[in-house]
């Protein structure tokens, strides 16, 4: 387990809540702080932005290298217009750090490179995101570690090798606390391929904390990540999808996002602890028991069926004992309806 600001991350503590504003601003600072608000609402623990340009985290080409061909996005342009276009100012984060911190949030946000990294240690977040793409690129994941912050890091196509690698070179050069993120680098993500199953097996073959880092549509994939362990979830937050962007289709809405986080917190509850023999409130009376279903004289038979069964409610003997009783003597007279007890049997 660690701590992000004030609040613990790990096994038999609440799934930490991570809402990414992305692009959803669509260029306007007001509408960011907007979406800080409304997460809030919705039950986030946590706002989480992406510190690059196009000149840090790609190259200004139009080579068809630098185009995403076969995608959702725009292939009219090439890597580094798509992401000036979609880029979050630099100098907003110092606004949406203060807001969240009034709200009670905590601020972090994805780095893409080493200038990144430097403005946020500026900044002062508190932890860094490691986006699925970037766990290949170990000058940046060297660069974070030694901030000795606590690093939340999305796995996405990354082999087991290449996880290990991150991990290792994380741990060598200072990291303490790392958490991994099962993440399906497309977006939207299908359901069938998220296989969350395999947040339970990140945890136990890094002995980490696991969560995960969805792009599905709707709650179902987050709900069923933490019912197998993930103790963090993060999910694109936008106001409207009609409002269109990049990242519009597999973002959540305010309602939704509440809705999954309610949800997960039943999940939570309902998952408890190995528990047999029953619970407080649990109607005990209706299991069943020994009755006398017809008077009976002093030295009648007890004969099954006729004269005693095995029936609701709980009150009498326990069912084990009917074939022992069977044959026996009633000890005294006995009304039908009357709960089975050995003070009523005779040999």
Aim: with cysteine; glycine share 8%.
């Amino acid at each position: 387990m660690f701590k992000i600001g004030n609040r613990i991350i790990g096994e038999g503590y609440p799934t930490y809540f991570i809402a990414e504003l992305s692009c959803n601003h669509h260029g306007d600072i007001n509408k960011a702080l907007e979406l800080v608000r409304l997460a809030k609402e919705a039950g986030a623990d946590a706002i989480k932005t992406q510190t690059y340009t196009g000149d840090t985290i790609t190259f200004k080409s139009n080579k068809e290298c630098f185009r995403l061909k076969g995608t959702k996005w725009d292939e009219k342009k090439n890597l580094w217009e798509l992401f000036n276009s979609a880029f979050t100012p630099w100098e907003w984060n110092d606004k949406i750090k203060l807001e969240c911190e009034k709200l009670g949030l905590d601020f972090f946000s994805s780095v893409f490179d080493e200038t990144s990294v430097d403005y946020c240690e500026n900044l002062g977040v508190p932890a860094y995101k490691i986006a699925s793409m970037e766990i290949v690129d170990i000058p940046l994941l060297k660069k974070v570690a030694k901030t000795k912050k606590p690093i939340v890091v999305s796995t996405g196509m990354a082999s087991l090798a290449e996880i290990e690698e991150a991990v290792n070179t994380l741990k060598e050069n200072g990291a303490e606390y790392i958490s991994l993120l099962k993440c399906t680098s497309s977006y939207p993500a299908k359901p069938e391929d998220a296989n969350v199953i395999t947040i339970k097996n990140l945890a136990e073959t890094f002995n980490l904390v696991s969560g995960l880092s969805d792009h599905t549509l709707g709650i179902g994939v987050p709900a069923a990540a933490c019912s197998l362990g993930a103790r963090i979830v993060e999910k694109h937050f936008i106001k409207n999808r009609e409002e269109g962007g990049p990242d519009s289709s597999f973002s959540l809405e305010p309602s939704e996002f509440k809705e999954m986080v309610n949800v997960v917190r039943v999940i939570e509850k309902a998952i408890g602890t190995v528990k047999y023999g029953g619970v407080k409130g649990e109607v005990r009376i209706m299991r069943r028991s020994l009755f006398v279903i017809k008077n009976m004289k002093k030295g009648d038979t007890f004969i099954e069926g006729e004269n005693v069964r095995s029936i609701r409610p709980g009150n009498g003997l326990h069912t084990r004992y009917l074939e022992e009783v069977v044959g026996k003597k009633a000890s005294t007279d006995i009304e039908e309806g009357t709960p089975l007890n050995w003070d009523l049997v005779s040999n």
